[in-house]
């Protein structure tokens, strides 16, 4: 089945979702396991997406349509995917801070996090400190990560350090930023953890800081 999976890979490079949707149907219908067909496929062609965005060689439309490829074959694993126990490497609360109705690239650090494993609670766009902090209380989340696409949306990150801090919850998370306008001196600044140029440096850091927690 190498084959097939080597074509899945291919056509969500390609962004062609309905040969994605054809060849995963083949797939399951040849008794695959949906995993591995997610692990297998769909994965590694998103996977080499993102290294190809990082070296310049693909541009973020390329990256959109991808994706788009990727949940068509996702949607039609969903309902096996659900049955069975998938690997959980850790749970990230992500949204845009408030103010900034920006999501592109929230939504594609989202994508890749669940690609590999991560449960993600996606708070959305605009969304207040308070929020962040019920969220990360209630899905005792291991990572928070804040979107910032705006030079006068990116104070409110220290807002929202602050009232985690007051409710006693600073300590238990690690806080990743990222947006254009978001440096690795703001981050510091700010008060965060990490920083993420990309979507795919965002994932590389997330990996690690689990990586980490569980030595």
């Not at 254009?180 to 953890?193: I, N, S």
Request: hydrophobic fraction near 45%; charge should be negative; charged fraction near 25%.
């Amino acid at each position: 089945m190498t084959e097939i999976y080597q074509q899945i890979g291919e056509a969500v490079e390609n962004g062609d979702a309905e040969a994605v949707a054809g060849l995963v149907g083949e797939a399951m219908e040849s008794g695959q396991q949906a995993l591995e067909i997610l692990e297998k496929g769909l994965v590694p062609g998103i996977q080499l997406m993102g290294k190809l965005f990082q070296d310049g060689t693909v541009y973020l439309p390329d990256i959109l349509v991808a994706c788009r490829a990727m949940n068509r074959g996702v949607a039609l694993l969903q309902p096996e995917l659900g049955k069975i126990n998938m690997p959980h490497k850790g749970t990230v609360v992500i949204g845009t801070i408030e103010g900034d109705m920006h999501d592109i690239g929230k939504n594609l650090v989202k994508m890749m996090l669940e690609s590999v494993g991560f449960e993600v609670e996606d708070l959305g766009t605009d969304v207040l400190p308070e929020t962040f902090v019920a969220a990360v209380r209630d899905c005792n989340a291991d990572i928070l990560a804040i979107s910032s696409l705006l030079t006068t949306t990116m104070v409110g990150v220290s807002d929202v350090i602050e009232a985690l801090a007051k409710a006693g919850l600073r300590d238990k998370v690690k806080i990743i930023i990222g947006g254009a306008p978001v440096t690795p001196q703001f981050a510091d600044k700010a008060g965060a953890d990490g920083f993420g140029e990309d979507f795919v440096s965002a994932v590389d850091v997330s990996e690690k800081w689990m990586e980490e927690m569980a030595q």
